[in-house]
T-cell receptor
Framework: QKEVEQNSGPLSVPEGAIASLNCTYS??????FFWYRQYSGKSPELIMS????GDKEDGRFTAQLNKASQYVSLLIRDSQPSDSATYLC???????????FGTGTRLLVSP | NAGVTQTPKFQVLKTGQSMTLQCAQD?????MYWYRQDPGMGLRLIYY???????DKGEVPNGYNVSRLNKREFSLRLESAAPSQTSVYFC???????????????FGEGSRLTVL
């Protein structure tokens, strides 16, 4: 079992809708989680980090963490075609030395 | 702002050839990483260097070697390339190794390697 699991998608949503991306992790010791966005042919870029249970909002993005369920999600409100990309979930190993990535979820936002 | 610079961006090798991927960062980061990305596999860590003078294996180190030349530069060497090493390679750097913030990686543009 991979440490960080994501549905590969694609997840298709219409412009203006809320896109919900989900991620589960297996290491109960993980304490910090990250969402990266990767456009096709480009390198990943960090969009959100979350360390505590609950929600963290940044503009149209909300990250949610539930440590009891070992579940992390990313909500994108008012989705735009420019949000079409692959979203990678990642968590830190114990000791914060290595970042482990999921396989990513491809999001398609149609006009 | 150059950030993280990788060279070359594209390379085609024959099986058994060797090559070195170069990576340099100008952000004064202590830690540097090499990942490979294959379709359906996500990003997998090959090697990392927590600080100048140290290197450690990641998930998939076999067939690779690394050198942390100085604080700025971290190279990845394929001694005898195999078709299974066909991939996109990303170098990344971060500050705060061993802390919460070390998950904030800055990536280079990637190097696309094909081994025939």
């Amino acid at each position: 079992q991979k440490e960080v699991e994501q549905n590969s998608g694609p997840l298709s949503v219409p412009e203006g809708a809320i896109a919900s991306l989900n991620c589960t992790y297996s290491d109960r010791g993980s304490q910090s989680f990250f969402w990266y966005r990767q456009y096709s042919g480009k390198s990943p870029e960090l969009i959100m980090s979350i360390y505590s249970n609950g929600d963290k909002e940044d503009g149209r993005f909300t990250a949610q963490l539930n440590k009891a369920s070992q579940y992390v999600s990313l909500l994108i409100r008012d989705s735009q075609p420019s949000d079409s990309a692959t979203y990678l979930c990642a968590d830190h190993n114990t000791g914060f030395q290595k970042l482990v990535f999921g396989t990513g979820t491809r999001l398609l936002v149609s006009p | 702002n150059a950030g993280v610079t990788q060279t070359p961006k594209f390379q085609v090798l024959k099986t058994g050839q060797s090559m070195t991927l170069q990576c340099a960062q100008d952000m004064n980061h202590n830690s540097m990483y090499w990942y490979r990305q294959d379709p359906g596999m996500g990003l997998r860590l090959i090697y990392y260097s927590a600080s100048e003078g140290t290197t450690d294996k990641g998930e998939v180190p076999n067939g690779y070697n690394v050198s942390r030349l100085n604080k700025r530069e971290f190279s990845l060497r394929l001694e005898s390339a195999a078709p299974s090493q066909t991939s996109v390679y990303f170098c990344a750097s971060t500050e705060g190794f061993g802390t919460w913030e070390a998950g904030e990686l800055f990536f280079g543009e990637g190097s696309r390697l094909t081994v025939l």
